[in-house]
């Protein structure tokens, strides 16, 4: 069967997830395998989460924040962009290609932006191919 | 190359009776409507455009002002009532001003003084020679009658001396209008020095002059086509009683009363019918004001119909009282056709509206040649 | 915790969902799971007898988790938390899918579109299992009320709120009131003063006794939340106030662009090429000459001067066009015989009067000039000694489709407004974001364009996005009367999806403390423990993913409820 990459998608509430609905007011199309869970800001990010999404089956995870100096809650981006720094380096060291993990800004007026980031993403996913990791993983202490 | 804008260009406009041409926004829906606005020679909203700016050399040398016939549909559906019709009409007024190289048109158009001024002159003077100089050469009046009991008009005014005044207006005239349209020809085709025309071409498309001037093909196109008949009848008695009077004043001008079927009788008859009527839908037209054509009128198309208008009726009294022997009468008659006559061919024909009879097939011939137009090779 | 008792409910949002998502589909391929009471689909879930489908269900189905798939949350997550709380549940045990704007209206598969649905619905199903009940909180307000920008939309809301007896601190950056408004000489479509209008309000704002102006101010960091805040402000530089207030105002205004950065204008390089607020002062001084004290014969009016071209501005400045006319009858009235070009890219007249005003104005013997915005940029040139003229205007003249030069004596530019250089500074100390172009952005853009996501920080005027006078007034009382409402409340409805310290899992490291930006978060030596402040707390939930321990709970995006989101938003894309 012909390989299509799941794309699990966190964005935060004030600005990419206005700018995911704006995409959509406009009416721009994009590829229909992003699943988008919608957090308060990308500083909520948490490994497990990625990690979560990769074990669920995804092929590629995206977050997406606010730029730089507009995060509605002063600087969530910044601690976001550290983090995923740190879990880019993790999730490499567990053999996950580094291009299935992405961090991209995406503002409130970037319907536009969005919508092209997924189709981009998506065609790299596409060029990757299915994600080695699918079901091997587990999250122990989430079980609780 | 860029052109300079020339915004005094509109005070000038003003004068020929352009109005407020800002209504004018550009939506092109004139052009659209026009039947007569065709690819490569679109008017009337690229004309307005250029009125507007102020762009005097594109303006002089285009054609199309004369390629439309004012039916009035531009004018009718014009969101803005800009009325472009109109706008085309006066454009065609400062075209003629600036075709003619006296300077008379544009004072005939811009001011009513120097027109009636005129009109006056010349019809002082063609009274006087019936008065003076005619009588020093041995012409005078008479009130003794010929066999059949008509009016001796040419005791008084001999063919052979009005023939030979006929032929030095014509000449005149003629001149003026050749001169002019040579003027024309120079600006629509030679001015913009881009393109050039063989004279193969010339010699080809020349038919067309001729099929324009006698049948005005162009005119039919205006949906209108009652008007295009009236206009056809003014037309054609105004040429037949022109080329009579001219060429053959010996034949026309006789003291003999022929009979009624004679072509002398029945020739003069059509051409006065076809005058009156052309005259009455025209008059009738500018007082009603329900043709949108009709609706504006410039000082220069009330004295034309007004002129012509009097000259016909002088010219049918002139016929009644001669065949009834009221020799006075046809004398007095006779005086006042001609000091009407005389101005109104002199003034309208090269330096007004009249003159648009040249201008109008000329303008389709010269189209024509722009459409055959080839670019022209550098000098090198 | 109660056994989860599930009720679905699919919109179509008329044929907005239904074209593209098979709603039949998404009901019946979710109404067998477990907890899953009832899936249903509706034409309008919004709609009054949607609501009451949900309020109904809730009591004879006895639902106690309640899920929607509709629109995004952004727009009706309100709505159905309100139709919850009717019913008598708790708003926050109620999940939102967003099966329109990030579904139905971005994709043109519709089995993929209808799969996507399926699996946010199954996500929404997995998540509510782990909602929690919310109690409301609220704090008191302070009656006071700081307005930042002292201009024509700042002083009416300063009036507006000080009518009802209220304190007010107006603070100006300017050593004066009025703002752009006092600079003009007339305003259009009537033509009428704008001195007489700014004037009276400048004497009345000054003369109220419940204003507090200070003048050559700045603000600082603005501290605390809605009903709450404090802030130091710096009066002349060093004089430092200490005020409190409950609401703020944010009317800082636009300031003109500087066409030096458009090279084709020459401005400031070429004699008598003059921006829009220039020329008002010469109006304003009653006397229009050039630079060497003569009339101008010809006058050319450029619009759309760092306007709607992505070099400079994308945007319309919308009070231009208006204004370039306006100018039309002030020109004509000081030279009659002058030639007055309006050189514009797009004619716009919006506004009540506008339409007409436009049409009145063509009739005054002016030259309208049509050029490219976007690629045909009029080129302005000092003229020669031939030319008999100041300037030379080149440009390739659209309507007419020809290449024109326009001799002229003076130029006036049509400058766009655009955002304060310190625009950022402020936005960044009462807490906002700003838009694309730099301006205020709004909580909704259509049904909230006052207020911001902010609690009891309000925007008005130009700051917002350009507008003329009667706008910015509107949106000034509409401000004034929204922070009237809270004051009359005299309490207001706070955050509640705080975030929340397990005080036996925290093991004392104070990371939460350095990363929350609100200071929220302090460490009690006594308990060993950190606790969360929860009137400061906005519900980032930055501490509670760089707690190490995972002893701070983020209410309503806890871990196990997005964990839980997240095994469900690949049921049928990904199955093993």
């Known amino acids: 069967m012909e390989f299509r990459p799941t794309l699990v998608a966190f964005l935060c509430n004030w600005c990419s997830y206005t700018g995911a609905d704006l995409a959509g007011t406009s009416r721009l199309h994009y590829a229909p395998n992003i699943r988008i869970i919608r957090i308060m800001c990308s500083g909520r990010i948490e490994p497990t989460f990625v990690l979560k999404a990769f074990q669920q089956g995804a092929d590629g995870v995206l977050i997406c924040g606010c730029h730089p100096g507009d995060c509605h809650y002063q600087e969530g981006n910044y601690k976001c962009l550290r983090r995923y720094k740190l879990i880019q380096k993790y999730t490499q060291q567990m053999g996950i290609e580094k291009e299935r993990l992405r961090l991209e800004w995406i503002s409130a007026s970037e319907g536009k932006q969005f919508a092209e980031l997924v189709n981009d993403m998506t065609k790299t996913l596409l060029q990757v191919g299915p994600s080695k990791v699918k079901g091997t993983l587990e999250v122990e202490h989430l079980k609780k | 190359m860029s052109v300079r804008l020339q915004p005094e260009l509109r005070n000038q406009l003003i004068q020929f009776g352009i109005g407020d041409w800002n209504a004018c926004y550009h939506c092109g829906t004139c052009t659209a409507i026009c039947p007569l606005s065709e690819k490569g020679f679109l008017f009337p909203r690229n004309k307005i455009r250029l009125m507007q700016m102020g762009v005097k050399d594109e303006l002089e040398t285009s054609v199309e002002p004369w390629l439309c016939y004012y039916c009035g549909d531009c004018t009718k559906s014009c969101p803005r009532d800009a009325n472009p019709g109109e706008l085309m009409m006066s454009l065609r007024r400062y075209l003629t001003s600036k075709y003619d190289w006296t300077g008379l048109s544009r004072k005939f158009y811009t001011s009513g003084v120097w027109e009636l001024g005129f009109i006056l002159v010349f019809a002082a003077l063609v009274v006087i020679a019936f008065l003076f100089l005619l009588p020093a050469y041995g012409f005078k009046f008479t009130t003794e009658l010929t066999a059949q009991g008509g009016v001796q008009v040419n005791a008084f005014a001999p063919w052979e001396y009005i023939e030979i005044f006929d032929w030095s207006m014509a000449a005149v005239v003629a001149l003026l209008l050749i001169s002019n349209i040579l003027r024309m020809y120079y600006k629509i085709i030679w001015k913009d020095g881009k393109t050039t025309v063989s004279i193969w071409t010339h010699i080809r498309e020349f038919w067309l002059l001729i099929y324009n001037f006698v049948v005005q093909p162009r005119f039919s196109k205006c949906e209108d086509k009652n008007y295009w008949l009236s206009h056809w009848f003014l037309m054609s008695g105004y040429t037949i009683m022109f080329i009579v009077i001219v060429v053959y004043l010996e034949w026309f001008q006789t003291d003999e009363i022929l009979p009624f079927w004679h072509p002398q009788r029945t020739l003069g008859y059509y051409a006065t019918f076809g005058l009156l009527f052309g005259l009455f839908v025209a008059i009738i037209g500018r007082i009603r004001k329900k043709r949108i054509k009709f609706q504006f009128s410039h000082v220069s198309d009330w004295l034309f119909l007004i002129m012509l208008t009097l000259t016909v009726i002088t010219g049918i009294l002139i016929h009644i009282f001669r065949i009834n022997g009221m020799a006075w009468a046809t004398y007095i008659s006779y005086i006042a056709h001609m000091a009407i006559l005389v101005p109104m061919i002199l003034i309208e024909v090269p330096f007004s509206k009249w003159s648009h009879l040249a201008y109008r097939p000329f303008a389709v011939y010269f189209q024509q040649l722009k459409k055959h137009a080839v670019p022209r090779k550098s000098n090198q | ?576």
Request: glycine share 6%; aromatic share 6%; charged share 20%.
């Open chain 3, 1 to 576: 915790m109660e056994e989860p008792r599930i009720g679905v409910y699919i919109c179509w949002c008329g044929t907005n969902i239904a074209k593209m998502v098979d709603v039949e589909a998404v009901a019946s391929e979710v109404s067998s799971m477990p907890h899953v009471v009832l899936a249903k689909n509706y034409k309008y879930m919004c709609s009054d007898p949607g609501q009451e489908l949900i309020i109904k269900d809730i009591k004879v189905h006895n639902l106690n988790r309640v899920i929607v798939a509709a629109c995004s949350p952004r727009i009706h997550e309100l709505t159905f938390r309100t139709a919850c709380e009717k019913a008598g549940i708790n708003p926050y045990l109620f999940e939102m899918a967003n099966i329109r704007e990030q579904d139905s209206w971005v994709h043109t598969d519709r089995s993929e579109a209808t799969k996507k649905a399926i699996d946010l619905v199954i996500a929404a199903i997995r998540r509510v299992r782990f909602h929690e009940a919310l109690e409301k909180r609220s704090v008191s307000v302070n009656p006071a009320t700081l307005v930042i920008g002292g201009g024509i939309a700042g002083m009416t809301a300063s009036l507006e709120i000080a009518a009802s007896g209220k304190q007010v601190y107006l603070v100006e950056k300017a050593d004066h009131l009025g703002g752009m408004v006092a600079q003009l000489d007339l305003t259009f479509p009537h033509l009428s003063s704008a001195q007489q209008i700014i004037h009276p309000l400048i004497q009345r704002v000054k003369n109220n006794p419940n204003i507090k102006v200070f003048l050559n101010t700045q603000i600082q960091q603005v501290h605390g939340y809605i009903g709450n805040f404090n802030t130091t402000i710096l009066q002349n530089g060093n004089e430092s106030v200490e005020i409190e207030f409950g609401n703020i105002i944010a009317a800082v205004g636009l300031k003109p662009f500087d066409p030096v950065v458009i090279p084709e204008y020459g401005y400031k390089k070429i004699p008598d090429v003059v921006t829009s607020v220039e020329f008002e002062q010469m109006l304003l001084s009653g006397l229009i000459q050039t630079s060497e004290g003569k009339d101008p014969r010809n006058v050319a009016i450029i619009h759309c001067v760092g306007s709607r071209n992505k070099k400079f501005h994308e945007y319309c400045s919308r009070v231009c066009c208006m204004t370039a006319l306006k100018y039309v009858h002030q020109i004509r009235a000081a030279l009659p015989d002058a030639n007055i070009f309006e050189v514009y890219a797009d004619m716009r007249a919006y506004g009540k009067g506008h339409e007409e005003f436009y049409a009145h104005t063509t009739h005054k013997q002016i030259i309208f000039l049509m050029f490219d915005q976007q690629t045909g940029l009029p080129r302005i040139r000092k003229a020669g000694a031939a030319d008999k003229c100041n300037i030379i205007i080149e440009m390739d003249e659209l309507l007419s489709g020809i290449s024109i030069e326009v001799p002229v004596d003076m130029v006036v530019l049509m400058t766009n407004m655009e955002a304060h250089d310190d625009v950022k500074e402020v936005v960044r100390s009462i807490g906002v974001s700003l838009c694309g172009n730099q301006f205020f952005i709004e909580k909704h853009p259509k049904l909230d364009p006052v207020a911001t996501t902010t609690g009891g920080v309000y925007i008005v005027g130009g700051c917002q996005g350009p507008k003329d006078i009667p706008d910015s007034v509107s949106q000034a009382r509409a401000a004034a009367a929204r922070i009237l409402a809270t004051i009359a409340q005299e309490s207001v409805p706070v955050e509640v999806t705080t975030a929340q310290v397990n005080e036996l899992l925290c093991c004392g490291c104070q990371t939460c403390v350095r990363v929350c930006p609100y200071s929220a978060v302090s460490y009690d030596e006594s308990k060993k423990s950190s606790v969360v402040n929860e009137v400061l707390c906005k519900g980032c939930g930055t501490c509670g993913a760089a707690c190490p321990a995972g002893a701070i709970k983020c209410k309503h995006f806890t871990d196990s409820q997005i964990l839980a989101e997240i095994e469900g938003i690949m049921s049928l894309s990904y199955k093993y």
